[in-house]
């Protein structure tokens, strides 16, 4: 039998947090570890697509088609879709055009589910997708949340962090109650982390214990846990987009690559060991029918 894939949403509605670093870097991770990946840009500012090369100036040969053009288009062909990156590692691209997508969807009723719709046709061939979200809580988003299983939140151990937390999460928990039900939130990545500084020290603390008065809560995030370790601050991250390579390619010993390298072995064991229970069966894109209008929501303010 062919296992679905995981998929995670990568999110964070805030910019600059390290949503496209981190995706790309566990992304290359995984697959360098024999995972099968796929990750896919729904950003309209396409930092995914620009960091790995797979923009319209590539030098290597990229799909002519986008997420934009898969959105728009529901009859589109979603392998066409997929560019090769390196072994095991392929990318749906992003292009600016996508912030359209959210006005031009709006009226249509499977609004919510046309990522979905064509992930459902390439998700045999991975064993995990990837998706890197915008900085927003729109219907992108939305889509994400719609056909992933899990949420991974990027995030920075800053003043008021845990307060976009609050909002984000209240996005996941309308989701899982209204279209997937399965949604679980897998944890949180704390990105460009200096562990020394007392506020940082405080912010895990915070979500630490947030975590914990949420174990026995019927919650997304009852499993959820801060995920290790945390990534330091490393300069090398930041250089490697404007090569087209991962850290992996453009700097493997360094400390980003070492920390990316073992949060992807952190995420793959947290599977393992906890499987889906019987009566949840291992079918990632389950999405259920979208309530119509009635519901006004889940489109957030
Ligand atoms: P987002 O996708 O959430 O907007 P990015 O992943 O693009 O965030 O990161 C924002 C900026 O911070 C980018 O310039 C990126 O290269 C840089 N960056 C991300 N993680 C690190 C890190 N651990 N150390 C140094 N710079 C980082
Ligand atoms: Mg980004």
């Known amino acids: 039998m062919e296992v679905a894939p995981r998929i995670i949403a990568l999110l964070n509605q805030k910019g600059g947090v390290g949503k496209t670093t981190t995706t790309v870097n566990i992304g290359a991770a995984m697959a360098r570890r024999g995972q099968r990946i796929l990750l896919v840009d729904l950003d309209p500012q396409a930092h995914l697509t620009l960091h790995l090369g797979v923009d319209a100036d590539a030098d290597e040969p990229v799909s002519e088609l986008s997420i934009y053009d898969l959105l728009l ?24 055009d996508l912030a359209a997508v959210e006005t031009e969807l709006a009226a249509a009723p499977d609004r919510y589910t046309r990522l979905a719709d064509h992930l459902r046709r390439v998700a045999d061939r991975y064993d995990v997708i990837l998706l890197d979200c915008p900085p927003s809580l729109g219907l992108l988003t939305i889509n994400a949340l719609a056909c992933a299983r899990e949420v991974i939140i990027p995030m920075q151990a800053h003043f008021l962090a845990l307060q976009g937390v609050g909002k ?34 405080e912010v895990v603390a915070d979500l630490e214990a947030f975590f914990e008065q949420n174990r026995s809560q019927p919650v997304p995030w009852r499993d959820a846990r801060i995920l290790r370790p945390h990534v330091r601050r490393n300069i090398k991250l930041a250089e490697s987009p404007s090569f087209g390579k991962s850290i992996f390619d453009y700097e493997p010993t360094c400390p980003g690559a070492q920390d990316y ?40 303010a």
């Open 73 to 96: 288009n529901p009859a589109e062909n979603a392998d066409a879709a997929v560019s090769h990156v390196d072994e095991r590692l392929d990318v749906i691209r992003s292009e600016v």
């Open 168 to 201: 984000l999460l209240e996005t996941v928990s309308m989701m899982a109650s209204r279209v997937n039900p399965l949604l679980r939130v897998t944890g949180v990545i704390l990105c460009m982390h200096e562990s020394t500084t007392r506020l940082a020290q």
């Open 261 to 300: 390298a073992a949060l992807a072995a952190t995420v793959l064991a947290l599977h393992a060991s906890s499987p889906a229970p019987p009566d949840e069966p291992e079918v990632c894109i389950t999405v259920q029918a979208v309530q119509p209008a009635t519901e006004a929501a889940p489109d957030p």
